[in-house]
């Protein structure tokens, strides 16, 4: 099982979860977060005041799927959120131990 | 201890009141040259106090619209708020006010101006001024916080996406010149006063005439992105439903004012009477969206019941002082079904009003009208149409060709980049709430 968080705009997030529906995805984690990369944050001027934001709001997606699974979500994800300006975001994935749905104490891939 | 010698002894005070009160209910409530003193300065008093009712109805547009939009673009909501107060105040001591009550018109009815600038004359202070209901500094503030009111109402409607120069260009020129132009023709003693057609308070003055400008502006504009896609309507959530609550609660307690000083005077029963057909229509409204949006939307929507709230005070804005108790909430009742469809058929038109400022104040303020010709017997269903018809005739086109005009020379709307981001950070650099 991996763990697949993506950072990208907040205005994706439609797209990016009709695209995560069709891929076969039925559930998902979204966070509002702020954060930077290369793309540098932008001036403000607060009461004649100059400072830098630097985080810039975000959206974090995390889901986790069988390992099957990933490649045709990153590429779902990628193509959604791909505006090809910078700040489009990052895709990361890492190694789930193990998994329980609460509800009814399954575990593993059944979990999910 | 020092004594401060200016303050006035509580007990001295209390008494001067107290009398004052005495005197009011002694002499009759005449409005004439023979009106006493007291009584001018009791009226007067009452009018500013309805001044600054009517004033606080700005907090609560700039609270209600900050509420209904989202977080992204509150800076810019309450720029344009904060900047239509200024920009109606300072044209209606410029022009509107002349425009408005030009004294004698010079095209037909229809048109006058009484000069740039304000100048009370020599009787503007006095009881024969407005026999002794208002001196003329307090006729000229009164009703420069109505002018304010109605350019605010297209504020909301074009929300989150209208370039904010353009906005203000436009504000200025639609307060400045369309509103006390129309407004002339029936408080100004206008083509309309003489037909007979009536607009207590301004449910067409005010509210239609910015409604009109609202529609127009929805038009022109487009809709927000996202709000309309693969033709399904899409919910774009307001940020703060306390904030909204809070708008609409001031807006109520302008209404007072609002209706209350549109009495033009002090006299306790038309004011008190307005005061009760005011709140009871707004009553009516709440308690008509709540059913009517709890059955067509199969749960009771807050957002619903505030726009219920103010539907009802609208449609009673015409005709507060000459409609019976029943009748005001039987308006107010009506008016809260009819903006909750208004609501949901102008979103299912593809227009896209965040606030539903068209369908509380241009279709309520219509309904307003038209119930006064239907529930008062001194006053023509006929006349009013027409007078509904007139108004729209002169503010519909007239905004949709200021807008027009702003939409192909400096542009009307902001770049799909700066929607997205959201206009504080794009026009003011700075947002609402700041985080992290």
């Known amino acids: ?112 | 201890m020092m004594k401060c010698n200016r303050r006035i002894p509580t007990t001295r005070l209390v008494a001067s009141i107290f009398g004052l009160l005495i005197l009011a209910q002694q002499v009759g409530y005449a409005q004439d040259d023979t009106v006493s003193t007291e009584l001018f300065t009791v009226n007067n008093t009452w009018m500013l106090v309805a001044t600054f009712l009517v004033f606080i109805m700005h907090l609560g547009f700039a609270s209600l619209e900050s509420g209904l939009t989202q977080a992204k673009n509150t800076v810019n909501i309450l720029f344009k708020n904060t900047a239509i107060v200024a920009i109606g105040l300072l044209t209606y001591a410029f022009v509107g006010f002349n425009l408005m009550y030009p004294g004698d018109f010079s095209i037909g009815q229809f048109v006058g101006f009484a000069g740039v600038g304000l100048d009370p004359g020599p009787d503007g202070n006095t009881v024969a001024y407005a026999g002794g209901g208002y001196t003329y500094w307090t006729d000229f503030i009164f009703q420069a916080m109505f002018a304010a009111t109605a350019a605010t109402i297209v504020s909301g409607a074009v929300a989150e996406r209208i370039k904010l120069g353009s906005f203000l260009v436009f504000t200025t020129l639609y307060v400045a010149i369309i509103y006390p132009i129309a407004g002339s023709w029936k408080w100004g003693g206008g083509w309309l006063d003489q037909m007979g057609f009536y607009d207590f308070a301004g449910s067409t003055l005010v509210h239609s005439v910015g409604g009109w400008g609202a529609l127009a502006g929805v038009i022109i504009l487009g809709p927000r992105l996202g709000k309309y896609v693969n033709g399904q309507v899409r919910a774009i959530a307001g940020h703060n439903m306390p904030l909204a609550t809070i708008g609409v609660f001031l807006l109520w307690l302008g209404w007072f004012g609002f209706n209350g000083g549109s009495v033009l005077s002090a006299d306790p029963e038309l004011v008190s009477l307005v005061f009760v057909t005011t709140c009871l229509a707004a009553a009516a409204g709440i308690i008509g969206a709540m059913f009517t949006s709890w059955t067509v939307q199969k749960k009771p929507d807050l957002t619903m019941i505030l726009n219920g709230a103010l539907a009802g005070l609208v449609g009673i804005t015409a005709g507060a002082d000459v409609v019976s108790v029943n009748a005001s909430m039987i308006i107010g009742l009506i008016a809260g079904i009819i903006v909750v469809f208004s609501v949901l058929a102008i979103d299912r038109n593809h227009l896209d009003d965040p606030v539903g400022a068209i369908s509380v104040h241009l279709v309520c303020g219509i309904w307003g009208t038209l119930a006064v010709g239907i529930f008062s017997a001194d006053h023509s269903f006929v006349t009013q149409l027409i007078g509904v018809v007139a108004y729209g005739l002169i503010s519909l086109p007239a905004a949709l060709i200021i807008f027009t005009v702003l939409k192909s020379t400096v542009g009307l709307r902001v770049s799909e980049e700066e929607e997205r981001g959201g206009l504080d950070v794009a026009e003011h650099g700075m947002e609402s709430y700041n985080g992290i």
Not at chain 1, 55 to 74: A, H, R, S, Y
């Open chain 1, 1 to 112: 099982m991996k763990l697949i968080t993506a950072i990208i705009k907040p205005h994706i997030l439609d797209a990016a979860r009709d695209a995560l529906s069709k891929a076969g995805i039925q559930g998902l984690t979204v966070t509002e977060a702020r954060g930077f990369g290369r793309q540098k944050g932008h001036t403000e001027v607060y009461r004649g005041a100059e400072y830098s934001v630097d985080f810039v709001p975000k959206i974090k997606i995390e889901l986790v799927v069988d390992d099957g699974q990933v490649d045709g979500v990153v590429a779902a994800i990628s193509e959604s959120a791909r505006t090809g300006e910078i700040g489009d975001g990052k895709i990361f994935v890492s190694t789930i131990e193990s998994a329980i749905r609460i509800r009814t104490g399954e575990s593993g891939v059944a979990a999910l």
